[in-house]
């Protein structure tokens, strides 16, 4: 009887512990952000934890989640975790995405981030780590703040090349309808992305972690995705 007083007493105690909503910071006008979001919706679902998003910039999302005024970030690099050591990194990968050169006219195969100087002016979003790690050392670069503005960019002639994600440039060359805009091939590089979540709430990532692995060993996760970015396109 004591034992399972304990017991209850925990359960009660883990419960109330993480009632609260979960705020997240989720990209404006990225779609990846958008795909990641609608995973861990389904995540927390299972995991019966409230949530929401908070949309804004990329950077100005590292800096309210690094600073505990949300909660989370949707998705980000691996390395992100050892810049900004408040966020504590869910160790399974939530979903992945492709670095891609986009471009108005036809060129070479691209060969890693180093090939992408040859080419002129190299747009990329503001706040995107994976390209801001990518295209050090490069010069010629423009930083600018969402996809749209990026995008628009490149086809006005304003920049040459523009450095996103595979599925993020693709969505925007169709919702813009700027056919001229081509992916160049092969993609870049493929990273995984992770949840993060602030250090506050670090009991939380066991009970994530073990929902994502779950949905990843099964094939669900996979599925998930395929799914999403579907209902996306159709939009």
């Known amino acids: 009887m004591k034992k399972f007083s304990l017991l209850a007493v925990f359960v009660m105690f883990s419960t109330v512990s993480y009632a609260q909503t979960i705020t997240i910071a989720q990209i404006q006008n990225n779609p990846d952000q958008i795909l990641g979001s609608m995973l ?3 995540i927390y ?6 949530l929401k ?3 804004m910039p990329s950077k100005r999302a590292l800096i309210e989640s690094s600073s505990g005024r949300v909660d989370g970030e949707t ?3 691996y390395s992100v975790a050892e810049k900004y050591q408040t966020l504590i990194r869910v160790p399974t990968p939530l979903t992945y995405f492709e670095p891609t050169a986009f471009s108005k006219k036809s060129k070479p195969s691209v060969s890693g981030w180093s090939s992408l100087s040859d080419y002129g002016i190299i747009g990329m979003v503001r ?3 994976y390209a801001k790690i990518g295209l050090s050392g490069v010069e010629n670069i423009r930083i600018v703040t969402d996809s749209i503005q990026l995008m628009k960019m490149l086809d006005t002639g304003r920049i040459d090349i523009a450095v996103t994600t595979k599925f993020n440039g693709l969505y925007h060359i169709s919702e813009l309808n700027l056919p001229s805009i081509i992916a160049l091939t092969p993609a870049i590089e493929r990273h995984n992305v992770y949840h993060y979540l602030h250090k506050k709430h670090i009991k939380l990532i066991p009970k994530i972690n073990a929902i994502i692995k779950s949905l990843k060993d099964s094939g669900e996760l996979e599925l998930l995705r395929s799914k999403f970015i579907n209902k996306i396109l159709l939009e």
Do not use: D, T, Y
């Open 127 to 129: 706040g995107m780590q």
């Open 40 to 42: 861990l919706k389904e």
């Open 53 to 55: 998003f908070i949309i």
């Open 45 to 50: 679902k299972r995991a019966n934890i409230p």
């Open 75 to 77: 998705h980000r690099i």
